[in-house]
């Protein structure tokens, strides 16, 4: 595995690149992860794919100077310097979790180059309540900072949902896991802040999708609650072409099956 850095405005974004194949796969990695983590995938993907995986902003050895939240466009002009630097003009795309939603993102501005399009557990097919008061409202903005360091409340509130059952029990400890913590809270708020501009749309995703005939691959985990396989169901139809599977894994699915599994249904 390979080391890089382009140099985008102030900024450095870090990838790794692995694989001897032919065709380009840029990775987009999960909130909390990194780009270290889709080697898992290529020992057994190498042989079709060349695998790029970024660092998105936060996370790994990227960093993000630019004073303002991460943009679609920022993407875009980042996925041309990696087309650059490996010679090439179309791709392959690769989102997990928060990766799947910036890819519906790069979907949207670069359809005519994307070749291929794996969603694993991919965020952005459904608008969280919560996420959406909290990064698209300033008065949520505000309140949720206030709640990174001020959290009784919210783990009160938290605690009186799960009692009443309008959380199921993997959400609730993902929730409590996620915040019970000073520096995880603050890396949710300081994460969900810089990325609150990639809110893909949905209809237009499926139009483009169609429209280039882009070869999709829907992968979930059979026992994840938080990203569970319904929301795939919902979002495939017969307008563009799609597959889905389900694994038997929970919402961690990076691994050397699921590289197995999307050469079973390469095409």
Request: proline share 3%.
């Amino acid at each position: 595995m390979s080391s890089f850095f382009l140099t985008y405005g102030n900024s450095l974004f870090h990838g790794t690149c692995e694989g001897e194949g032919e065709e380009l796969l840029i990775c987009l990695h999960g909130f909390g992860e990194q780009a270290e983590g889709f080697s898992r995938l290529a020992r057994t993907m190498g042989t079709v794919f060349t695998l790029v995986s970024l660092d998105l902003p936060l996370h790994g050895q990227t960093t993000w100077n630019e004073g303002r939240a991460f943009t679609g466009e920022d993407m875009q002009a980042v996925i041309r310097l990696v087309l650059e630097r490996q010679q090439q003009s179309t791709f392959s795309l690769m989102g997990y979790s928060m990766g799947g939603r910036v890819s519906l993102c790069v979907l949207q501005d670069m359809a005519p180059q994307i070749r291929r399009l794996y969603l694993l557990a991919p965020d952005g097919l459904k608008n969280n309540p919560w996420h959406m008061f909290v990064t698209q409202t300033a008065i949520g903005n505000r309140l949720f900072k206030h709640v990174t360091y001020h959290p009784q409340l919210f783990f009160g509130l938290l605690k009186l949902w799960h009692r009443l059952k309008l959380l199921n029990e993997s959400v609730y400890k993902f929730a409590l896991n996620s915040m019970n913590k000073l520096e995880k809270r603050e890396k949710v708020y300081t994460v969900w802040t810089c990325m609150r501009k990639m809110m893909p749309d949905k209809r237009r995703c499926k139009k483009l999708l169609s429209r280039y005939k882009i070869q999709t691959l829907l992968i979930f985990g059979k026992y994840d609650r938080v990203i569970p396989p319904v929301l795939g169901v919902r979002f495939m139809d017969s307008t563009f072409p799609c597959k889905m599977l389900v694994l038997e894994k929970g919402h961690q699915l990076l691994s050397e099956e699921l590289g197995e599994a999307i050469l079973d249904n390469y095409e």
